[in-house]
């Protein structure tokens, strides 16, 4: 069955770079999301990625696939406190069909 | 846009009461998709539709749970009757198919006491 593998904790200091990584088996999987949820909010989507693209960036946030071993990261660049959240990591195969989300991965960052 | 309503925010309700949980989709999106959020069990999704269509309610813990998409524009997640084992955050999301962008809800927190 499908299954998404996040590290549960991760903890840098303000200003270092935060790199979060995901594994996943669905050797379908499409779409690749990332998204961060705030305590007591909803998940906020920050990018996502086609399975046919090795890279995305966007301003602060890199995404990089390997889609031969399945694996995804999330690279923040100059992290700051505000970073501070649940990251989580989730993997579709076509448009209509639900998210597999991982169990999130919680960034603490340390001024 | 506002973005994915959901409502109320917030509910406290006691065992055995009926709980009707709310979401309006974003305006054009195609599906909608209900999840529950616990600290143990993580994000699971509960039911989703397509078109207004109930495709897979595989997640829908128990007959306990129902939920209904009238029109495209609003959708409920009914409990009844509730137990304290319910609480939980339930979260709403609508994607459009074409853009495969799958936006959340601020979510409903449920406790059942």
């Known amino acids: 069955g499908e299954d998404v593998e996040q590290s549960l904790f991760l903890s840098v200091r303000e200003g270092d770079s935060s790199v979060i990584n995901c594994t996943y088996t669905?050797?379908?999987?499409?779409?690749l999301y990332w998204y961060k949820q705030e305590p007591g909010a909803g998940l906020q989507l920050l990018t996502y990625?086609?399975?046919?693209?090795d890279m995305k960036q966007d301003q602060r946030l890199t995404v990089l696939l390997n889609k031969k071993d399945k694996h995804l990261s999330l690279r923040i660049a100059d992290t700051q406190t505000g970073d501070s959240a649940i990251y989580f990591c989730?993997?579709?195969?076509?448009?209509?069909?639900?998210?597999?989300f991982g169990k999130g991965t919680r960034l603490s960052v340390i001024a | 846009d506002a973005g994915v309503i959901q409502s109320p925010r917030h509910e406290v309700t006691e065992m055995g009461q009926e709980v009707t949980l709310r979401c309006k989709p974003i305006?054009?999106?195609?599906?909608l998709f209900w999840y529950r959020q616990t600290m143990m069990r993580g994000l699971e999704l509960l039911i989703y539709?397509?078109?207004?269509?109930?495709?897979?309610d595989s997640g829908m813990p128990e007959d306990r749970f129902s939920a209904k998409m009238p029109n495209a524009s609003f959708s409920t997640l009914k409990i009844q009757p509730s137990e304290p084992r319910d609480s939980a955050v339930y979260f709403c999301?609508?994607?459009?198919?074409?853009?495969?962008?799958?936006?959340f809800g601020p979510g409903t927190r449920l406790t059942v006491t």
């Open positions: 999301a609508s994607r459009k198919t074409e853009t495969y962008e799958q936006y």
């Open positions: 669905d050797s379908s999987s499409t779409y």
């Open positions: 990625i086609f399975s046919n693209m």
């Open positions: 989730a993997e579709s195969r076509s448009g209509n069909t639900p998210l597999v």
């Open positions: 305006s054009g999106h195609n599906s």
């Open positions: 539709f397509n078109n207004n269509v109930p495709i897979d």
